[in-house]
């Protein structure tokens, strides 16, 4: 199992373009999530998905969206990209039900200039 | 209400000696209490957590004390190693609620250093 995967690793940004960044388990879990983490804080939820078709804001959503079309698959969408958006971002899934533990991918560090 | 505060920032032992990591929560409806581990350029991983039905759980070198009528839990690394230098970060949720997802709060985290 390959776990929790984010494509890409690193990007630079301008202000104003978009982009989407990429999270994919392969665990059959249910509960998938995207925090950021900004540097020496903490991590902080974005938007959260109990299933496919369900997604619910978290903490800091604004300037992000995403969508759950697959048990699979929680892309995070940015629109206008802004300097307050660089931040390395996580995505993490888990069982859901019966299983509270969240698996975290490796991150994508994203700078917008 | 939804605040988990963790002290200190950072804190530098000497191998052998013992790390302690504090949080204290807000929220009576947090249910459960895991403490992540990250190492640079990774995430986080699940080092250990508690429920609030126990005051105390221990796996190897690491311990979680955990005091309800404070809302207060630690971390305790025990004979502190080289290799336990990480940033620890502790956080709780709702686990009773389905609709809550299962989210977590996040201290702020703390970055250990343990000198060899």
């Known amino acids: 199992n390959a776990g929790v995967t984010q494509t890409p690793k690193f990007r630079i940004l301008k202000i104003g373009q978009s982009m989407t960044l990429q999270c994919t388990q392969d665990m059959n879990h249910n509960y998938m999530y995207w925090y950021r983490q900004d540097p020496g804080m903490g991590l902080k939820l974005i938007y959260y998905s109990v299933g496919a078709g369900i997604t619910d804001k978290g903490e800091v959503p604004n300037g992000y969206n995403v969508s759950r079309s697959t048990t699979e698959d929680f892309p995070l969408r940015l629109e206008l990209a802004a300097p307050s958006q660089t931040s390395v971002y996580f995505c993490?899934?888990?069982?859901?039900?019966?299983?509270?533990?969240?698996?975290f991918g490796p991150g994508t560090r994203l700078t917008v200039l | 209400q939804q605040q988990v505060k963790q002290s200190p920032q950072s804190l530098i032992v000497q191998k052998g000696g013992i790390s302690i990591i504090n949080c204290a929560y807000e929220?009576?409806?947090?249910?459960?209490f895991p403490w992540y581990q990250q190492f640079p350029g990774k995430g986080p991983a699940l080092l250990i957590a508690i429920r609030p039905d126990v005051s105390e759980k221990k796996e190897g070198r690491f311990t979680i004390s955990f005091n309800k009528s404070a809302k207060q839990f630690s971390l305790h690394i025990m004979d502190s190693q080289p290799g336990d230098s990480a940033t620890y970060f502790c956080?709780?949720?709702?686990?009773?609620?389905?609709?809550?997802?299962?989210?977590?709060?996040f201290g702020g985290g703390t970055r250990v250093l343990v000198k060899p």
């Open positions: 929220n009576t409806a947090f249910d459960y």
């Open positions: 956080a709780a949720s709702m686990h009773h609620s389905s609709a809550a997802g299962n989210k977590l709060t």
């Open positions: 993490a899934s888990s069982k859901g039900q019966g299983g509270n533990e969240q698996f």
